[in-house]
């Protein structure tokens, strides 16, 4: 297959067309959701990496939260475990979550640190253990045959507070926070599974952040017959979940989705991170990759 030429006018017109998102959004705060494909595919990572430190050098503060399930599920593997999900959120043992830690917040942590510093920017690898960045206690699941016993799923947390500190000072460093999805409960002195969409979100909100973009292995939100919906509000997705068309893993993207944009997150994207350049065409472009929620 031959390679597509693309004349300098042609990227001259490109670069210009980002202008005006590259003014609106100079200064402001953007969290990304890291995970999918865009983690396991060489070509992808890349393109990752590349993305993150563009969007610091023109002006932007990424923060990226990374997830890490293949990564897990391999892992537990190799020790005879299978992972296992209720509700979209992984069934969490304290073997389990030996292994979710030792994966989360070392292999896949430093392997997205090492990348971005290999694109020319400069990352710190953190846990909500860190600074105290992350409070969490156990979550219990709904149990829809018998909802006065909640479901036990282990040790998967629920966030009770974010202290971003760490943070703002990472980013006042000119750094790039690389952020493990792992709570914290100095009470119980218990570490915790949190859902990285969840603590994306919630990190978002904290920080007031201008958006809040979700990488997934789809095009978006699809409608049952599985075409894209580009925009969707509050009152669509209460439809949606009401009607079962979003479902299993989509729901706590979803749900993160919703309370973002209600507690004064501008937008929030679920982009398909299987696009070279997802998070610039989504930011910088007249044309976007996946969905948008607003409140």
Same mark, same amino acid.
């Given at each position: 297959? +031959? $390679?597509?030429?693309?004349?300098?006018?042609?990227? *001259? +017109?490109?670069? %210009?067309?980002?202008?005006?998102?590259?003014?609106?959004?100079?200064?402001?705060?953007?969290?990304?959701?890291?995970?999918?494909?865009?983690?396991? $595919?060489?070509?992808?990572?890349?393109?990752?990496?590349?993305?993150?430190?563009?969007?610091?050098?023109?002006?932007?503060?990424?923060?990226?939260?990374?997830?890490?399930?293949?990564?897990?599920?391999?892992?537990?593997?190799?020790?005879?475990?299978?992972? =296992?999900?209720?509700?979209?959120?992984?069934? =969490?043992?304290?073997?389990?979550?030996?292994?979710?830690?030792?994966?989360?917040?070392?292999?896949?942590?430093?392997?997205?640190?090492?990348?971005?510093?290999?694109?020319?920017?400069?990352?710190?690898?953190?846990?909500?253990?860190?600074?105290?960045?992350?409070?969490?206690?156990?979550?219990?699941?709904?149990?829809?045959?018998?909802?006065?016993?909640?479901?036990?799923?282990?040790?998967?947390? $629920?966030?009770?507070?974010?202290?971003? *500190?760490?943070?703002? #000072?990472?980013?006042?460093?000119?750094?790039?926070?690389?952020? +493990?999805?792992?709570?914290?409960?100095?009470?119980?002195?218990?570490?915790?599974?949190?859902?990285?969409?969840?603590? #994306?979100?919630?990190?978002?909100?904290?920080?007031?952040?201008?958006?809040?973009?979700?990488?997934?292995?789809?095009?978006?939100?699809?409608?049952?017959?599985?075409?894209?919906?580009?925009?969707?509000?509050?009152?669509?997705?209460?439809?949606?979940? %009401?009607?079962?068309?979003?479902?299993?893993?989509?729901?706590?993207?979803?749900? +993160?989705?919703?309370?973002? %944009?209600?507690?004064?997150?501008?937008?929030?994207?679920?982009?398909?991170?299987?696009?070279?350049?997802?998070?610039?065409? $989504?930011?910088?472009?007249?044309?976007?990759?996946?969905?948008?929620?607003?409140?």
């Amino acid at each position: 297959m +031959s $390679e597509i030429t693309v004349t300098p006018a042609i990227k *001259a +017109s490109i670069i %210009a067309e980002s202008l005006p998102y590259i003014k609106r959004f100079h200064g402001k705060t953007v969290v990304v959701k890291y995970g999918g494909n865009a983690m396991t $595919e060489e070509r992808l990572q890349k393109s990752f990496a590349h993305d993150i430190v563009l969007l610091k050098l023109i002006g932007l503060n990424p923060i990226v939260v990374h997830g890490g399930g293949p990564q897990i599920d391999t892992a537990l593997k190799r020790l005879g475990k299978e992972g =296992t999900f209720i509700q979209g959120m992984r069934v =969490t043992d304290a073997d389990t979550m030996e292994v979710v830690e030792w994966v989360l917040g070392g292999q896949v942590q430093q392997d997205i640190v090492m990348m971005i510093n290999q694109a020319g920017g400069k990352a710190i690898g953190l846990t909500g253990k860190d600074g105290g960045l992350i409070q969490a206690q156990k979550k219990l699941m709904p149990n829809k045959e018998n909802p006065e016993q909640p479901l036990d799923i282990g040790y998967v947390g $629920e966030i009770t507070s974010i202290d971003p *500190a760490v943070i703002k #000072a990472i980013i006042e460093d000119q750094f790039i926070p690389v952020i +493990s999805p792992i709570g914290f409960n100095y009470e119980e002195n218990a570490v915790y599974n949190i859902n990285a969409d969840l603590v #994306a979100g919630k990190i978002a909100e904290v920080l007031m952040a201008e958006k809040l973009l979700l990488m997934t292995n789809i095009p978006g939100v699809l409608d049952k017959e599985g075409n894209l919906l580009r925009r969707l509000s509050t009152s669509t997705i209460d439809a949606l979940f %009401a009607d079962g068309t979003i479902t299993g893993g989509m729901m706590p993207k979803i749900a +993160s989705a919703l309370e973002a %944009a209600h507690t004064g997150v501008n937008s929030v994207h679920i982009v398909d991170g299987r696009v070279p350049h997802c998070l610039l065409l $989504e930011i910088l472009t007249n044309e976007g990759v996946g969905t948008m929620i607003t409140a």
